[in-house]
Nanobody
Framework: AIEVVESGGGSVQAGGSLRLSCEAS????????IAWFRQGAGAEREGVAA???????TYADSVKGRFAISKGDAKNTLHLQMDSLQPEDTAMYYC????????????????????WGNGTQVTVSS
């Protein structure tokens, strides 16, 4: 199993920045894939970014150039730096993990992710 816990989030004005963190704990798997998804009110869940099992970061087109993934000091800790935030980025952000993903589209297909955090709210006001 993988236990996933998010932190960070909050409220910010348009153009501002926030940083989310995700800790994925497991004694079962090595080289897990960790991803961020988000779901706005009345919207479907969409992929934001992921770090695949080879350490390659991938991003949704909507956040490229504004969001960046970085590894934390602890194993399986991931940060999502979100800059130039816009009201359309307002959503509940979820961190999710799966034992393995090697491709460049690991930030998509949320149904392939087995382990999820409870989510953290990001609100961007205009």
């Amino acid at each position: 199993a993988i236990e996933v816990v998010e932190s960070g989030g909050g409220s910010v004005q348009a153009g501002g920045s926030l940083r989310l963190s995700c800790e994925a704990s497991t004694n079962t798997y090595d080289n897990i894939c960790i991803a961020w998804f988000r779901q706005g009110a009345g919207a479907e869940r969409e992929g934001v970014a992921a770090l695949n099992s080879f350490g390659v970061a991938t991003y949704a087109d909507s956040v490229k150039g504004r969001f960046a993934i970085s590894k934390g000091d602890a194993k399986n800790t991931l940060h999502l730096q979100m800059d130039s935030l816009q009201p359309e980025d307002t959503a509940m952000y979820y961190c999710a993990a799966r034992p393995y993903c090697a491709g460049l589209y690991c930030h998509t297909n949320s149904y392939l992710f087995n382990f999820w955090g409870n989510g953290t709210q990001v609100t961007v006001s205009s």
